[in-house]
């Protein structure tokens, strides 16, 4: 630990990178000489001009996002994107093909039913609790999209790689493992994250849309519910949340000058990841929930022989410093999320952890 912080393994929001957390804290008060903290500029100044341009260029340089892609910032988080995909892409006569692999692809399922827009439910893991990925999905050709939830925060599954849609463009909910790994962009006509799980703090929620999906957009709707809104004023319809747009261009810069890009990024979470997955299945105290092969690298669930152990599991290990281990309330469990500021410092404190609280038992 530094400075009397904790480990945290918080689901949402999540750990920050301490680089980045230092830097917010050094020019809160007087943001780049403005004499203003960047919680009191103008999102029409030059200052934040120079964020939000550079948050889009790095995010294009890291995901390797050529000329067709935009780089949105919008409000109401991913929840909201659940209504205004289908809202934009699901015109008269259009279906989509939806993936349903736990709790938020079922909200993004809902949310397309209240808004009688058609769609087809392909494939679902709900027959073994969500506890893996599908694989062998027929997906429809005349699908105007086929959307999916790349890593499930509450069961602890992730897509290791990504479906062939025979072209259909993915719409991908991708909150809890953005730049976590490199991306094949040319499978994704849009990708969107809420910030709070692995780039900033909540109140953000970054779209990237491809220039082919966009012209297919619905044009009868609410300005704030249109993306060609926000792309025509590169994100400044209205005041954007401008201090997570911030912290999102310092985490984007962490990423690509201090951790080196995706790749190494990757390499490092599969490292975080085999560590924890290969003491828990060694084990015959601790299991991992979610089926190999289907396992995911951001939010390791996992299991203790009783509940009461859970419990009190939980309660020694925030003793001690490790926080946001109890798993998430619809399902119990403990739940140790490792994006990307997770260090492996943290990752090998849990481990000990586990180790000595076992042998207590």
């Known amino acids: 630990m530094t400075e009397e912080r904790i480990f945290n393994f918080n689901a949402g929001p999540a750990a920050l ?3 980045v957390l230092k830097e917010i804290q050094a020019s809160f008060l007087n943001f780049k000489g403005s004499g203003m903290s960047i919680t009191e500029v103008s999102h029409r100044s030059p200052w934040f001009d120079d964020v939000i341009n550079d948050a889009v260029a790095r995010t294009k340089r890291l995901l390797n996002l050529d000329e067709r892609f935009h780089v949105l910032f919008l409000q109401g988080g991913a929840s909201l994107q659940f209504a205004m ?3 934009n892409f699901l015109g ?28 087809k439910v392909v494939a679902s893991s709900e027959d ?3 506890s893996y990925i599908p694989s062998d999905i027929s997906f429809n050709a005349d699908a105007a999209y086929v959307h ?8 602890g599954t992730q897509w290791a790689s ?14 809890s493992d953005i730049f976590s790994r490199s991306l094949p962009m040319d499978k994704f006509g849009m990708i969107y994250a809420g910030a709070q799980k692995n780039m900033g703090p909540s109140g953000t929620c970054m779209v990237i849309v491809r220039d082919d999906l966009l012209a297919t957009a619905e044009k009868n709707l609410p300005s704030m519910l249109k993306y060609d809104t926000f792309v025509s004023k590169n994100s400044m319809y209205n005041t954007p949340p401008c201090f997570g747009v911030y ?6 810069k962490w990423l690509e000058e201090e951790m080196g890009g995706l790749d190494k990024m990757q390499t490092h979470n599969e490292k975080k990841g085999a560590m924890l997955y290969d003491f828990m299945d060694a084990s015959d105290f601790y299991r ?12 390791v669930t996992f299991r203790l022989p009783t509940e009461e152990m859970e419990k009190e599991f939980i309660a020694a290990a925030t003793a001690k410093g490790l926080g946001g281990l109890k798993g998430h309330r619809s399902v119990g469990g403990c739940r140790a999320s490792v994006y990307n500021a997770t260090t492996m410092a943290a990752v090998e404190a849990l481990i000990d952890f586990m180790i000595a609280f076992k042998k207590e038992k």
């Open 17 to 19: 990178p301490l680089p």
């Open 85 to 87: 995909i289908p809202m």
């Open 92 to 119: 008269e006569g259009k279906s989509a093909d939806y993936v349903n692999t736990g709790t938020w692809s079922t909200k993004a399922i809902k949310e397309a039913a209240i808004l009688n827009k058609a769609h």
């Open 128 to 130: 073994k609790n969500f």
């Open 148 to 155: 999916i939830t790349s890593n499930n925060t509450i069961k």
């Open 162 to 175: 990504f479906p062939d849609t025979k072209g259909v463009p993915i719409v991908a909910d991708m909150s």
């Open 247 to 252: 912290t999102i261009q310092l985490v984007l």
């Open 288 to 299: 991992a929930t979610a089926q190999k092969g289907s396992r995911s690298l951001m939010n």
